[in-house]
């Protein structure tokens, strides 16, 4: 089963059409034109070899676009090669201008600059220039990418990623050549949907995974364990996307009556019959408008406990977070520092809650300037008038001193090693003290404390429904982390880190290793967050909540992605049958004999008849393919063993796409008929069997006679036979 969704080369970039015959200027008409774009904000620094671009999720996640040869760079991989300039350039236009066009996110890009970086090998001998690429350059990246690649999904993106760019060099005559390239790589077959194919366990949490995590969550009492645990016990009540989840404001309770109306969480703790559930952001919403995800009764005692937790946990963050937002240009800081000039580095230990030798490495990491140990000069210039000495030696330090104000009049301090310089004395401090001079230790500017500190802090998106000091996942920055926190830097907790607290890394266990928790085979337990997601999904489809509902809880806008949250085995679907056919909610020749026999028997019946099932575009398969093989070959749309489920929308959709087909396919038989073509006549009677089959397949989703949810098996070779002699 292919990919419904068809890609097409020829996207539009936003350019206009006033293209010359000379490369060299197309490309700078292209660059030109990307440069004066205000796609990624005005701001973006185009010549970087790294655009840092923010989301519009909540937690304003940073996507970086490097312009590097290799993929996996980082901040420390310096030493990695940079594109050449005319051939970065090309990409960053392609890419700003497709993100003029639309707009949407820009992670999306990554498959384009990760094609472009396979291109760009192809140029090697031609200095890297875009106005050298031909049509075989693009061939050899899609083959290098299908050799280096894993993914049959990434080999797909990047040869449609390939295909738009030949399409823009094409159009916009970006090359001397004529580019003329077609991808040869098929879009990836639908696994989930192959009739061979059972669905992965590996997808869903494992039985271990689940035991463990309620044992875990009693067991942590580090703050951090503490929220990570919570977090995990939220995505076990309801479907969450992970973004959905980290999103949800610190008010997020929605507490209703049956009828509708608006109750109070003391209704809920009343006793009184509500409907309870959280207000929170869909990710895949484009408006940012707020929905309300409805929970069932068993689980509020878990959520109310895991949004206690974790409101008690993030109190004082939200407090930072309003305190930045009720004064602008400000960051915050305890209350007795705020009005400071300057801080020490006591102060600092203090705000950044560090040791002063931590204290200095982290002033050093972010370029603070640092004033030594010094006097100011209205201090210095009152302790020498107070000096009453006459001794001659003493009168000359006084009189160094006074030379060093002469030769500095501008200079409002001076730090010790330059009074060293000009007063030499064996002890500096001793000599200033005894002169009552102070001296002031080592500091750094407030203003410029706060500037760094605003800096690190980023505020959720400007239209996003609530403010940052509103949401619930609010932490300090390093709160995930062993060692300090910086209070000052407040952030919603990141996917990233969840799956590192639940699968760890090769720096750091996770929750499960760290705590002993094993598969029984005593393999690592693994597990991700939109495992549960799934798992909760397959309970809903497994507890015969209709697809309409089932859309309602996951949030899909249609019932079609539905068949990745259905996890469920081939014999606990053949259960589900054998159940529905036996309470009567059968048609067909397998239903009539069932029905014809005791309830004894006919459990016995289906249980050797029904043994498993397989999932097909169309509907399931109920042949026992351990007696005898497909005798159809896998062409289920028109096969007598498969039972379609009536109404179900996504099977409906599925016979009509394929009806469609099947008939363009019967015109062009038929015409070839009409020409006389040789065993044409073969080719359309097969294509009028397939056609009759499947406008009586479509028949009974659209007869309202028969209630949704029957499983309903149709005698095709009668309703064949029929057509055919009446044909």
């Not at 484009?286 to 109190?315: F, Y």
């Not at 001793?430 to 002031?440: D, E, I, N, Q, S």
Request: aromatic share 8%; charged share 30%; glycine share 4%.
């Amino acid at each position: 089963m292919k990919r419904a969704k068809q890609t097409a080369g020829n996207l539009v970039i936003a350019l206009d059409d006033s293209v010359s015959g000379n490369p060299h200027d197309n490309l700078a008409r292209l660059e030109r034109a990307a440069r004066y774009s205000i796609a990624f904000g005005s701001d973006l620094d185009f010549d970087a070899e790294c655009w840092d671009i923010q989301t519009r999720t909540a937690n304003r996640r940073l996507v970086r676009l490097w312009f590097r040869t290799h993929d996996n760079v980082s901040d420390d991989a310096g030493d990695l090669p940079r594109m050449q300039e005319s051939f970065a350039n090309f990409v960053k236009s392609v890419i700003r201008l497709s993100q003029a066009a639309d707009p949407r996110g820009p992670e999306r890009h990554e498959a384009l600059l990760r094609a472009a970086r396979y291109l760009y090998q192809q140029l090697g001998s031609r200095g890297y220039d875009p106005i050298y690429l031909r049509t075989v350059d693009f061939q050899e990246a899609e083959r290098a990418a299908i050799r280096r690649e894993r993914s049959p999904w990434s080999h797909f993106a990047i040869a449609q990623s390939l295909l738009k760019l030949a399409s823009i060099v094409r159009e916009q005559r970006l090359s001397r050549a004529s580019i003329n390239f077609v991808p040869v790589t098929p879009a990836p077959d639908y696994e989930d949907e192959r009739t061979d194919t059972p669905p992965d366990p590996n997808r869903l949490p494992s039985p271990a995974a689940l035991d463990a995590l309620p044992r875990i969550a009693q067991e942590v009492t580090d703050p951090a364990d503490v929220c990570m645990m919570r977090t995990i016990a939220l995505l076990h009540c309801a479907p969450w996307r992970i973004g959905e989840l980290l999103s949800l404001p610190e008010d997020c309770e929605v507490v209703m009556s049956p009828d509708g109306r608006d109750l109070s969480v003391k209704d809920l703790e009343d006793g009184k019959p509500v409907r309870y559930g959280l207000r929170y952001k869909p990710e895949k919403n484009p408006d940012m408008t707020s929905d309300v995800k409805w929970l069932p009764s068993a689980v509020i005692p878990l959520v109310r406990r895991a949004l206690k937790d974790l409101r008690e946990h993030t109190a004082a963050t939200r407090e930072i977070a309003a305190y930045m937002e009720d004064n602008p240009g400000r960051a915050w800081l305890p209350a007795r520092f705020r009005n400071r000039e300057r801080l020490e580095i006591d102060d600092l230990a203090e705000i950044l809650e560090r040791p002063r030798e931590l204290v200095y490495l982290w002033l050093r990491n972010n370029e603070f300037s640092i004033r030594p140990d010094h006097v100011r000069r209205d201090e210095f210039e009152e302790g020498l008038t107070a000096t009453l000495s006459a001794k001659a030696n003493e009168q000359k330090l006084i009189a160094d001193a006074r030379a060093l104000l002469a030769e500095r009049p501008e200079s409002e301090w001076f730090d010790i090693l330059t009074i060293k310089k000009f007063i030499r004395v064996i002890d500096i401090y001793r000599w200033l003290r005894v002169k009552g001079v102070p001296v002031h230790p080592d500091s750094i500017s407030r203003n410029a404390l706060e500037a760094k500190l605003l800096e690190m802090n980023y505020d959720v998106s400007a239209d996003f429904p609530w403010k940052r000091s509103e949401c619930l996942f609010l932490f300090p920055k390093l709160f995930f982390k062993l060692g300090p926190q910086l209070r000052p830097v407040v952030s919603l907790m990141n996917r990233d880190q969840l799956r590192f607290f639940i699968t760890g890394d090769k720096n750091n266990k996770s929750i499960f290793a760290r705590l002993d928790y094993k598969e029984p085979n005593g393999k690592k337990i693994r597990v991700t967050s939109h495992m549960f997601r799934r798992w909760l999904g397959t309970l809903a489809i497994n507890s015969e909540m209709s697809a309409e509902q089932v859309r309602d809880w996951l949030g899909h806008t249609s019932v079609r992605p539905q068949g990745a949250y259905d996890r469920r085995t081939p014999q606990q679907m053949a259960e589900e049958a054998r159940k529905a056919i036996g309470s009567g909610r059968g048609i067909g020749a397998l239903a009539d004999i069932a029905r014809s026999k005791e309830p004894r028997d006919r459990d016995r019946f289906l249980e050797g008849t029904v043994a498993a099932v397989h999932i097909t575009p169309f509907g399931m398969c109920v042949r026992d393919w351990t007696v005898s093989p497909c005798a159809r070959h896998g062409a289920c749309a028109a096969c007598e063993m498969q039972m379609i489920t009536k109404g179900d929308p996504g099977q409906r959709n599925q016979i009509a796409r394929s009806l469609r087909e099947n008939q363009i396919l019967l015109d062009r038989a038929m015409a070839e008929v009409e020409d006389g073509q040789a065993g044409a006549d073969d080719h359309a009677w097969h294509l009028v069997r397939e056609v009759t089959a499947l406008e009586a397949t479509l028949a009974v989703h659209d007869d309202p006679s028969i209630a949704d949810g029957t499983l309903v098996q149709l005698d095709l070779p009668a309703i064949v036979a029929k057509a055919e002699a009446a044909g």
